[in-house]
């Protein structure tokens, strides 16, 4: 027994040096800065998720530069200077307004402007109003959620609830990305759009390519090990769930509402391409279908 406790102390022992050579490795490598990464994102994009990938595969802290309102979102102006000087990744939903590019024009030459089939951001954005945090807190919700909930919001049906998303959500999430695509042209900025929908299909690629962009060493881009639970995602990460979540006639008034030109440059379906997943069903042959089916755990996005 002592031979076997001995054993164990000095199994511990290395343990807990190897850890603290390798948090002194750490400690090292994080004060040798890189440039910070500036990365405004639409909502319901993936931003959590993005902003802690970058920041631990390059061990860097994560700072937010606004002051967190959308959709109309502006710099805070301390914040930015502080970032401007070196290893932060942010987490922001700042648009591409005249007073937010003058402010990062003057600390920085490019920006990662990431988006989402707006459409499919609408449903993730119901979903997520939908959450507890916003149900059980309904006095904050009313108060400070905009835009404003209707009465009665959370004893709707989902059919109505995305209704109140097309029609007071998906337009401000389409305003955003145009503020950006008008910045391209009036902007110093060199501004990179990413999707959504590239990111689902090549992670890997996805944060090689952010990293490439702002010229930081691959070598210093580790990826790191994230467990996908609510903490980083919220629902199932899809990318165009949308086509079987809305009734034709919902689909049919947010296309109507999203500029075809967006959807050509983004490769998001529009016209004929965009239609639901059984084209031709009615929204009451819709609702029938998903009301047979069993119920997803919803772990993601």
Known sequence: AQEELAVLQKLRDELTATQTYSNSLRDQIKNIKIPSILISTMPKSGTYYISEYLSKGLLV????????????????????IEFAEGSYVSEDHFDGAEINLRHVEVVTDRIVVHIRDPRQATLSYIHFINSDF???????TQK??????PNGFYEMPREQQIDWGIENWLPLLIDWVKSWVRAEKMSTL????????????????????????????KERFKEPKLIKNEAVHFRAG???EWRDAFTSDQIARANKLLPGNLCRRFRWPHGKAAVAVSAGMTGNAQRRRRAKRPKKTENAE
Not at 66 to 77: A, G, L, R, T
Request: charged letters at 30%; glycine letters at 0%.
């Open 190 to 217: 060199t501004i990179k759009f990413t999707t959504f929908e590239s990111m689902v299909e090549d992670e890997k690629a996805f944060f090689e390519d952010i990293v490439s962009f702002f010229v930081i060493p």
């Open 238 to 240: 899809k990318t165009d």
């Open 61 to 80: 802290d994560k700072s937010v530069v606004s002051n967190q309102y959308f959709p109309n979102d502006v710099i805070y102006q301390k914040r930015m």
């Open 134 to 140: 916003f149900k059980d807190n309904k006095e904050f």
């Open 144 to 149: 400070f959620v905009y835009p404003v909930l």
